[in-house]
C-alpha cells in the first residue's frame, strides 16, 4: 500500500505543472466570459431602457433575466471543460507511452520495481481519477464564485437568481460532471473507472503484440462496449420493452464489475508474462 501511495504521488507530481495551466486557463476563461457575458447583457439592457424603447420589465420579457443559465451556455464556459477532457483523454495514452518512448525508457525502471506490476497500473489509474476529481470540485468552486461575479455586476430587477445546486442538477452536461446523488456519482465514475481500464487493457495489448496487439486492443474495447449496453441495443434492435429500468441498471452494474476484473486480469497477465526488461 505504502509503494501503491507512492507510485500515486510520482504520478500525479508528473503531471502537475500541465494540471496546474489546466486549473489557470479554465479560472481565467470562465472568470472573463462571466464578466463579458454580464456586461454585455447589462449594457443591452442600459441601452434599450435610456432610449425609452422599453421598460425593465418589457426588457426582461423579450430577452430573458441574465441567469447561469446563459453563463454555462457560452464558449467561454464550455471552451475549457472540453479543453480538459481532452488533455486527459490524451493523458490516459500519455502516461503509458511516455514512459515507453520518453528518454530513458523509464517503463523498464517501473518495471523492475519490487512490487506487483498490476500495482503500477492502478496507480496509473487512480492518479488519473484523482485529477478528473480535482478538476471537478475546482470547477464547482468556480461555479459559486462566478455566480457571485454575476450577481454583482446584474442588477437585481434584470437577473434571475437561482439554487446553484438544483441549477447544476437540471443542467446537461453539468449534471453528469456533478450527480445529484452519491449513488449517481458512484456510478458515472465507476463507468469512468472501467473505460479507462478498458483502454489500459487495449494499450497493454499494443505494447504486447505491436500490430496485432493493436487490433485485439480496439476488438476487446469495442467488445467491453457491447456487452455493457447489451440490455439496450437488444432492446433497441428488437423494437421492444424486456427489461424495467432498475433491472437493466442491475445487469450493467454486474457487467462493468466483470469488465472491470477481466481488465484487471488481462492486464495483469500482458505485464507479468508479456512484457519483459
Known sequence: MNTYGKLVYFEFNRFIKLYLVLLVV?????IAGVVITSNQYVSVAKKKMHEGVMSQATFVEEYEAMSMYQITENPWFMGPIACCITVMIIYAFLIWYRDWFGKNTFIYRL????????TILLAKASAIMVMVLGLVSFQLILLTVENKIMKLMVPKGLRMDLDLIEFIHSHGYLSILIPPSFMEFFLYYAIGFMALLILFTA????RSYRLK????GVCYSILAVILFKAPDLIEGLLDKRYFYPIEILFIECVVMVLIIIVSLLVSRKLLKDKITV
Open 111 to 118: 518495471l523492475m520495481l519490487p512490487t506487483s506490476r498490476l
Open 203 to 206: 494499450i497493454l495489448f499494443e
Open 213 to 216: 496487439g493493436a487490433i485485439i
Open 26 to 30: 479554465t479560472l481565467v476563461t470562465q
